[in-house]
Every structure is written in structure tokens, then in C-alpha cells.
């Protein structure tokens, strides 16, 4: 029996088996891809690049008093007068803000460059942006150019603005379904690594010093030529090259670079569905043609996944994470820490964005999205809560225990933040078709930014007008709001297809057709029955496969063809309706 399967069945079928009489049969199962180290290589590198880069966020934190005075110095020299205290307020918080400002324009810029260059060579050029932005930073202090330094964060923050959305859509499309939330996983610890490694280079003891302070700054230089290289010798999205550039050879070339052979016919299969169910859309979108804002603004199958993914960006930055990693040293000083005490915290908070994902990496494919953002969202929510009333005790009784407890509390908010955005790229690639994907994932990086950038600039004068407990209210009351929405809108995306996905936001009588169960014929000439399908939408799919099943000590042969799906019975009609469900099931 096994002699009359291909290794494409094999594979499809997971390979599993069991023995009958002496002989091997395969058993229906979950399909298994195999993937190949170039794929994890690519996904870490892709991280380094885009995710990592949010270090150039939390770069300035333990080294603002000796860039303020450095500013200060510089400004001084270009215009002949000092610069006092409220001065210096709103340009160290331009300075802070010029990368968020530089995200926007970079996630603008994210469609044209991915449907354009493709996701391989958009992440090539942002990668080369990066590496300008951070010689730049780097150069500034030996040109003493406070100017040069502010565009150096504005190159920085345009790269990273444009790869975020680059990087999610790449890894996306090269991860088979069971490894997509690994990956994306993976990319926030990347985030979380890049973090930490911003506040370690920037201790006293390192790098956060008046003279070397300029070498911190060009470590993203290192990191992204490494991305540069590595991403360069690969290969190109395979779902890229065959929906939109029309190139199946490229695409099963790029296959075969990030996975086993045995899997690549299987994936071109999964593709060409796709391609069947995105050209059964309505209003004609779908193989590969280019999508319009407007319809993914007022089309229902693209606008409700389109609020979706713009809350969770809300719920994350206004979670005040931005405040937070750009000035939780001056929240730690604020709230009563020595300034040597608030920079070691500042450590472990990144600390935790790096193990918080850790864990996440290891649940995303058992509980699912949803469940970790929600918890993500309620950790954040609550140790806020926290947050306020032990910065309000602090400093109104003067109780040092208090003051201390904010360190906790803030571990904790980091914990909740790093679980929600470990999902937010990885739900939003996955809400879409490849139609929308780019103009989709630009519109939300935009806003992600957009919401980042308002939050960097309002932040400092929001606290010196109403006092530092409540300048956490406006974070806590955007939690519980995005909490409350994505309970009831967010559905569950763990290993669903894209028709299964399209499906439960598509209007009610615009559904793509589905495969309908026709008739079962009784009469079949030496086999049990003929399931007669409808393949609508699986005419270029199904073609022939043949494999064999054994359920309770009966073995059936399955064949299924365009014609219906043949099964036969060595025990009359036994068990067909078991069978029938596993059969369709696949089909489906």
C-alpha cells in the first residue's frame, strides 16, 4: 500500500503510519512541512534589521542627561545663546520624536517599495537607509552637529517605519502555517534583544559616557549591513514571485531555498488555491491585481480586519510603551529612584521584552492570538493601576516603599506589552489576502507610527501639566477600550487558511463559492461509494491524488479526482461517515 504513494502524499499526510498485516500504510494527518535552516537564518536576520531597530527608540534613555548637554553645547555654539530649560524640553523631545516622525514617512513608503522592489529587496533598501541614519548619529558628535544628529534619527526612524511592514509581510509568506507564529515570535524578541542591548551599550560602564556615547549609536550600523548580506544571498517571498510577478520558477526556486524539496510541490498547490479563492472575491480583486485604499476602506471582507489591526496598533501604543522605553529612566527619577538606580532598572525592563516572548513563542501555536493579546492587554491594564497609585502614594506620603514598588510595576507593564506585541504583526500579514496585504499593512504602519509619534511628543508636557500618576490615566482608560473591542471583534486566526479567514469577514451572500457535497452514489463499481464535489474553487487544486487510510482495522483507499472522491473498503461500507469527515476535511 505504501508503494502506491508519492512523497508528496507522504509529506502532505504528515507521515505518519501504522502497521496492517504486515504492511505499511499512511495515515491521514495534519499536513507537516518541512522547513530548512536558511528559512530561521532569514527570519533572525529579517529581525535584525527591522524589529531590532526599535533600539534606536530606547538608545538615548540612559544617556539623556549627556545628550541634552551636549545639545545644549551644540546650539550653543551654532547660535550663540543657551538654550533654557523649556527650550531644551520641546527640542529633546523633537530629538526623541524625529525617529517616530521618520516611521511614519517610512510606512508610507512600504507599499510602493514592496509591490515595487518586492519584500526582498524593499528590506535591502531599508537596510542601506539604516546604516546611513546611523553613521549619521554617529559622525554628529565629531561634527558637533545637534542637526545632523536629528537627521540621523529621522533616516533611522524612515527605515524602520518602512521595514516593520516589510518584515512582517516577508516572513509571513515565507513561514509555512504552523511555523507563522514562531516567526513572528521570533521577531519580537528581536525587538526585545535590541531593546536591552540599547540600555546595556548605554551604562556608564559601557558606552553612556560624554565621549563614547557615539559608539552606541552605531551598532545599528553592524546589525543592519548584517541583514543586508544575509538577505541578499536569499531568496525572494515565493508567494510574491508567483501572485504577483507571475514567475513560478522563481517561486519554486525561492520554495526549495527556505524548505524541503518534498514540500515545495505541496506549497505551489496551497498558492495556486489562493490565487482561485482571491479571484472569487468580489468586485473583482484578487489574482495578483493591485488594491485600491478606498476599497479596502469601504468593502467589508477588508475594512473590519482593517479596524482590527488599527486597534490592536492603538492598544499597543497607547499602552504608553513609547513613554516608557524612551523615559523610563525619568519616570524611575520621578518617582523618587537615584539616577545610577533608574538606569539598572531600566535594564531589566528590557530584560523582560526579551524573555516575555520567549514564553510566547512557545504558546502562540496552543492557546492562539487572541488569547495572548487579551492577556497582554489585561497585564498592561492592571499593572498601570498598579503604577498610579504606588507613584501616588510615593510621593504624596513620601514613603519610600512605594517609590521602590514603581520598579515592579513597571516589569510587569513590560511583561504585558511585550505578549501584545508579539501578535500584532503576526495577526495583521495573516487578516489579509495577498491583494491587500501590502496596501494594508502600510496603512497600519502608518498609524502604529502616527499613534507612536504622538505619544513620544506629547508625553514630557503632558506630565508637567497634570503630575506623573496621572499621566498614566490616558493609557489606562485606551487598554480597557481596545480590550473591550477586541473580545467581541477579533476572531481567532491559529492555523486558519486564508478562504477560512476571507470567509468569516465576508458579507453574508458575498461568500466565495465553496465546495458543496453534490450526491453520494451507492453504485460504484467495486468501491464504496463516490462523493461527487463540486470543485469550484479547487479545480486547479485537486487534480489526482491517491492514498490510503486505516480507521478501526479497516483499510480505505481514497481517490479523489475532479470528477468526486472515490473511496474504497476491504469490509463493505463500514465507517464511511469517519472517513467521509476526514476526507472532506482535507478538502476543505
Same mark, same amino acid.
Given at each position: 500500500?505504501?508503494?502506491?504513494?508519492?512523497?508528496?502524499?507522504?509529506?502532505?499526510?504528515?507521515?505518519?503510519?501504522?502497521?496492517?498485516?504486515?504492511?505499511?500504510?499512511?495515515?491521514?494527518?495534519?499536513?507537516?512541512?518541512?522547513?530548512?535552516?536558511?528559512?530561521?537564518?532569514?527570519?533572525?536576520?529579517?529581525?535584525?534589521?527591522?524589529?531590532?531597530?526599535?533600539?534606536?527608540?530606547?538608545?538615548?534613555?540612559?544617556?539623556?542627561?549627556?545628550?541634552?548637554?551636549?545639545?545644549?553645547?551644540?546650539?550653543?555654539?551654532?547660535?550663540?545663546?543657551?538654550?533654557?530649560?523649556?527650550?531644551?524640553?520641546?527640542?529633546?523631545?523633537?530629538?526623541?520624536?524625529?525617529?517616530?516622525?521618520?516611521?511614519?514617512?517610512?510606512?508610507?513608503?512600504?507599499?510602493?517599495?514592496?509591490?515595487?522592489?518586492?519584500?526582498?529587496?524593499?528590506?535591502?533598501?531599508?537596510?542601506?537607509?539604516?546604516?546611513?541614519?546611523?553613521?549619521?548619529?554617529?559622525?554628529?558628535?565629531?561634527?558637533?552637529?545637534?542637526?545632523?544628529?536629528?537627521?540621523?534619527?529621522?533616516?533611522?526612524?524612515?527605515?524602520?517605519?518602512?521595514?516593520?511592514?516589510?518584515?512582517?509581510?516577508?516572513?509571513?509568506?515565507?513561514?509555512?502555517?504552523?511555523?507563522?507564529?514562531?516567526?513572528?515570535?521570533?521577531?519580537?524578541?528581536?525587538?526585545?534583544?535590541?531593546?536591552?542591548?540599547?540600555?546595556?551599550?548605554?551604562?556608564?560602564?559601557?558606552?553612556?559616557?560624554?565621549?563614547?556615547?557615539?559608539?552606541?549609536?552605531?551598532?545599528?550600523?553592524?546589525?543592519?549591513?548584517?541583514?543586508?548580506?544575509?538577505?541578499?544571498?536569499?531568496?525572494?517571498?515565493?508567494?510574491?514571485?508567483?501572485?504577483?510577478?507571475?514567475?513560478?520558477?522563481?517561486?519554486?526556486?525561492?520554495?526549495?531555498?527556505?524548505?524541503?524539496?518534498?514540500?515545495?510541490?505541496?506549497?505551489?498547490?496551497?498558492?495556486?488555491?489562493?490565487?482561485?479563492?482571491?479571484?472569487?472575491?468580489?468586485?473583482?480583486?484578487?489574482? =495578483?491585481?493591485?488594491?485600491? #485604499?478606498?476599497?479596502? %476602506? *469601504?468593502?467589508?471582507?477588508? /475594512?473590519?480586519? !482593517? +479596524?482590527?489591526?488599527?486597534?490592536?496598533?492603538?492598544?499597543?501604543?497607547?499602552?504608553?510603551?513609547?513613554?516608557?522605553?524612551?523615559?523610563?529612566?525619568?519616570?524611575?527619577?520621578?518617582?523618587?529612584?537615584?539616577?545610577?538606580?533608574?538606569?539598572?532598572?531600566?535594564?531589566?525592563?528590557?530584560?523582560?521584552?526579551?524573555?516575555?516572548?520567549?514564553?510566547?513563542?512557545?504558546?502562540?501555536?496552543?492557546? =492562539?492570538?487572541?488569547?495572548? #493579546?487579551?492577556?497582554? %492587554? *489585561?497585564?498592561?491594564?492592571? /499593572?498601570?493601576? !498598579? +503604577?498610579?497609585?504606588?507613584?501616588?502614594?510615593?510621593?504624596?506620603?513620601?514613603?519610600?516603599?512605594?517609590?521602590?514598588?514603581?520598579?515592579?510595576?513597571?516589569?510587569?507593564?513590560?511583561?504585558?506589552?511585550?505578549?501584545?506585541?508579539?501578535?500584532?504583526?503576526?495577526?495583521?500579514?495573516?487578516?489579509?489576502?495577498?491583494?491587500?496585504?501590502?496596501?494594508?499593512?502600510?496603512?497600519?504602519?502608518?498609524?502604529?507610527?502616527?499613534?507612536?509619534?504622538?505619544?513620544? %511628543?506629547?508625553?514630557?508636557?503632558?506630565?508637567?501639566?497634570?503630575?506623573?500618576?496621572?499621566?498614566?490615566?490616558?493609557?489606562?482608560?485606551?487598554?480597557?477600550?481596545?480590550?473591550?473591542?477586541?473580545?467581541?471583534?477579533?476572531?481567532?486566526?491559529?492555523?486558519?487558511?486564508?478562504?477560512?479567514?476571507?470567509?468569516?469577514?465576508?458579507?453574508?451572500?458575498?461568500?466565495?463559492?465553496?465546495?458543496?457535497?453534490?450526491?453520494?452514489?451507492?453504485?460504484?463499481?467495486?468501491?464504496?461509494?463516490?462523493?461527487?464535489?463540486?470543485?469550484? %474553487?479547487?479545480?486547479?487544486?485537486?487534480?489526482?491524488?491517491?492514498?490510503?487510510?486505516?480507521?478501526?482495522?479497516?483499510?480505505?483507499?481514497?481517490?479523489?479526482?475532479?470528477?468526486?472522491?472515490?473511496?474504497?473498503?476491504?469490509?463493505?461500507?463500514?465507517?464511511?461517515?469517519?472517513?467521509?469527515?476526514?476526507?472532506?476535511?482535507?478538502?476543505?
Amino acid at each position: 500500500m505504501e508503494s502506491n504513494l508519492t512523497s508528496l502524499q507522504r509529506v502532505a499526510f504528515g507521515g505518519a503510519s501504522l502497521e496492517k498485516e504486515g504492511q505499511k500504510v499512511v495515515v491521514e494527518t495534519m499536513p507537516m512541512l518541512k522547513v530548512k535552516l536558511n528559512l530561521l537564518i532569514t527570519v533572525c536576520a529579517v529581525g535584525l534589521g527591522a524589529q531590532f531597530q526599535f533600539y534606536s527608540n530606547s538608545v538615548i534613555n540612559n544617556v539623556a542627561v549627556e545628550l541634552q548637554h551636549w545639545i545644549n553645547e551644540s546650539y550653543t555654539a551654532h547660535y550663540g545663546v543657551s538654550l533654557i530649560d523649556s527650550e531644551m524640553t520641546v527640542l529633546w523631545s523633537l530629538t526623541s520624536a524625529a525617529l517616530q516622525i521618520g516611521a511614519v514617512v517610512g510606512a508610507l513608503m512600504t507599499r510602493p517599495i514592496a509591490e515595487r522592489l518586492g519584500r526582498r529587496g524593499g528590506l535591502i533598501t531599508t537596510g542601506c537607509l539604516c546604516s546611513l541614519g546611523s553613521v549619521l548619529t554617529v559622525i554628529a558628535k565629531f561634527a558637533n552637529s545637534f542637526e545632523l544628529f536629528i537627521v540621523g534619527r529621522l533616516l533611522l526612524g524612515i527605515s524602520l517605519g518602512g521595514s516593520l511592514g516589510l518584515a512582517s509581510m516577508f516572513v509571513s509568506e515565507l513561514a509555512p502555517v504552523q511555523y507563522r507564529g514562531m516567526c513572528g515570535s521570533i521577531l519580537q524578541i528581536m525587538l526585545g534583544i535590541g531593546s536591552t542591548l540599547s540600555l546595556v551599550a548605554t551604562l556608564p560602564e559601557v558606552f553612556g559616557s560624554d565621549q563614547l556615547w557615539p559608539v552606541a549609536m552605531g551598532v545599528p550600523l553592524v546589525t543592519s549591513l548584517l541583514q543586508v548580506m544575509i538577505v541578499w544571498y536569499g531568496e525572494e517571498s515565493p508567494r510574491f514571485l508567483f501572485l504577483t510577478r507571475k514567475d513560478e520558477l522563481a517561486a519554486r526556486k525561492s520554495l526549495s531555498y527556505y524548505r524541503k524539496q518534498m514540500s515545495v510541490e505541496l506549497q505551489i498547490r496551497q498558492i495556486e488555491k489562493e490565487v482561485v479563492i482571491d479571484s472569487q472575491l468580489p468586485n473583482g480583486q484578487g489574482s =495578483g491585481q493591485p488594491s485600491l #485604499l478606498k476599497q479596502l %476602506l *469601504t468593502q467589508r471582507q477588508y /475594512s473590519r480586519p !482593517l +479596524l482590527i489591526s488599527v486597534l490592536i496598533a492603538f492598544g499597543v501604543q497607547f499602552s504608553g510603551i513609547a513613554a516608557v522605553l524612551a523615559f523610563s529612566k525619568t519616570m524611575f527619577v520621578a518617582a523618587g529612584l537615584s539616577a545610577a538606580t533608574a538606569k539598572y532598572a531600566s535594564v531589566g525592563l528590557g530584560l523582560c521584552s526579551v524573555l516575555t516572548p520567549v514564553i510566547s513563542t512557545a504558546l502562540i501555536e496552543r492557546v =492562539g492570538r487572541k488569547v495572548i #493579546l487579551l492577556s497582554g %492587554l *489585561t497585564v498592561t491594564a492592571g /499593572s498601570l493601576v !498598579l +503604577l498610579m497609585v504606588c507613584v501616588e502614594v510615593g510621593l504624596q506620603l513620601d514613603s519610600y516603599p512605594a517609590r521602590v514598588a514603581t520598579v515592579p510595576c513597571l516589569f510587569l507593564f513590560q511583561v504585558g506589552f511585550a505578549l501584545t506585541s508579539s501578535i500584532i504583526w503576526i495577526v495583521v500579514s495573516e487578516l489579509f489576502p495577498q491583494s491587500v496585504r501590502s496596501v494594508a499593512v502600510a496603512v497600519v504602519s502608518f498609524l502604529f507610527f502616527t499613534f507612536q509619534m504622538v505619544v513620544v %511628543l506629547a508625553y514630557l508636557p503632558f506630565k508637567e501639566a497634570v503630575g506623573l500618576s496621572c499621566s498614566y490615566l490616558p493609557f489606562l482608560i485606551s487598554e480597557l477600550l481596545v480590550m473591550a473591542l477586541l473580545y467581541k471583534l477579533l476572531p481567532e486566526t491559529k492555523g486558519k487558511s486564508i478562504e477560512e479567514i476571507t470567509a468569516f469577514f465576508a458579507p453574508d451572500g458575498q461568500l466565495p463559492p465553496q465546495p458543496k457535497i453534490s450526491s453520494i452514489s451507492k453504485e460504484c463499481e467495486s468501491c464504496v461509494a463516490i462523493i461527487h464535489v463540486e470543485p469550484v %474553487l479547487y479545480q486547479k487544486v485537486m487534480n489526482y491524488f491517491h492514498f490510503n487510510i486505516i480507521r478501526d482495522n479497516v483499510t480505505f483507499n481514497i481517490h479523489i479526482s475532479k470528477e468526486g472522491i472515490h473511496y474504497y473498503s476491504d469490509k463493505a461500507d463500514r465507517n464511511k461517515q469517519a472517513v467521509l469527515g476526514i476526507v472532506l476535511q482535507w478538502v476543505k
